[in-house]
């Protein structure tokens, strides 16, 4: 009899199918078992890595296959440009991505290829809850929810840390964030972006309150005054970032307030409070 029943729960875990999971863009993906990953967006790769999943990756965006090493993935290039080819060639079971990593017409593309494609939520939007959301998406996609549910609890902690600390505020700095492409066309992020998020969550007043990105320029820069300027670390000095227009004429730039942020920071991933953390004993050091 106790084998009969042994039995019998053995068949019954290989019929087991994971959970379906609505992406963003509408469309139900059900993977049992995933095997082989392509991930396409820095802030999922973290969530993988931290559910314990990250040796499923076979190939990643350029930021996300940086972050989790390794010589066996694949590098699939730009962040916004996936290569739909390389990806279809790599024959993985699911590709993962956000919004703002793959489009409606190369996610057309690769279910076309037979692909599973779950296309979450852009990795900005709504901040830390969305972080939130889609890492209980990805864990039940992989049958983590146990896990996922655990690093929920974490953030939650760290957050609660972080308000307590901002609460102690009495003066907010004006930050803006810079994203260096040359001398003559950076742009500064919006409200709502990922570096918008970091620099509230770190206790300052994002600069900004325009939607969209906009070009650096004297007359774009004035109006906002910020007090501190954050720009991506990577080929990060002082003085390249003063000699974009109007840079030096702001108070950040009278003052050289201008500090180097990670990478990562324009998708808001696990790793993400680590950075706010970072970024607020930078502006307000004890």
Not at 13 to 37: M, Y
Not at 48 to 64: H, K, Q, Y
Not at 207 to 214: K, L, M
């Amino acid at each position: 009899m106790k084998k009969r029943i042994l039995l019998l729960l053995l068949l019954s875990g290989l019929t087991l199918r994971a959970a379906p999971v609505q992406g963003a863009d509408g469309v139900e993906v059900t993977v049992d078992s995933p095997r082989r990953i392509v991930v396409l967006n820095r802030s999922s790769a973290e969530i993988l890595r931290d559910l314990d999943a990250a040796a499923l990756v076979i190939g990643a965006d350029s930021s996300a296959a940086e972050f989790l090493g390794g010589e066996t993935i694949a590098n699939l290039g730009h962040p916004y440009r996936p290569d739909v080819a390389a990806i279809t060639r790599l024959k993985p079971d699911l590709v993962l991505a956000t919004e703002d990593a793959l489009r409606a017409e190369p996610a057309t593309q690769l279910r076309a290829a037979g692909l599973a494609v779950l296309v979450l939520e852009n990795s900005s939007k709504d901040g830390i809850e969305g972080l939130k959301r889609r890492l209980a998406a990805i864990g039940a996609l992989l049958d983590k929810e146990a896990a996922a549910r655990e690093l929920t609890q974490a953030i939650d902690a760290r957050l609660a840390r972080l308000q307590a600390a901002n609460a102690r505020i009495t003066q907010k700095k004006n930050v803006l964030f810079i994203y260096r492409r040359g001398a003559t066309n950076s742009i500064f992020y919006g409200a709502g972006s990922g570096p918008a998020r970091l620099v509230e969550l770190a206790g300052a007043r994002y600069a900004s309150t325009a939607t969209e990105n906009t070009p650096v320029s004297p007359e774009t820069l004035a109006p906002l005054a910020p007090d501190v300027i954050i720009v991506l670390q990577r080929g990060f000095t002082i003085d390249n970032i003063l000699t974009l227009p109007g840079v030096a004429d702001t108070p950040a730039g009278r003052d050289k307030a201008i500090y180097p942020v990670d990478s990562s920071i324009r998708w808001i991933g696990t790793r993400y409070l680590d950075h706010v953390e970072k970024l607020h004993r930078d502006l307000y050091p004890e």
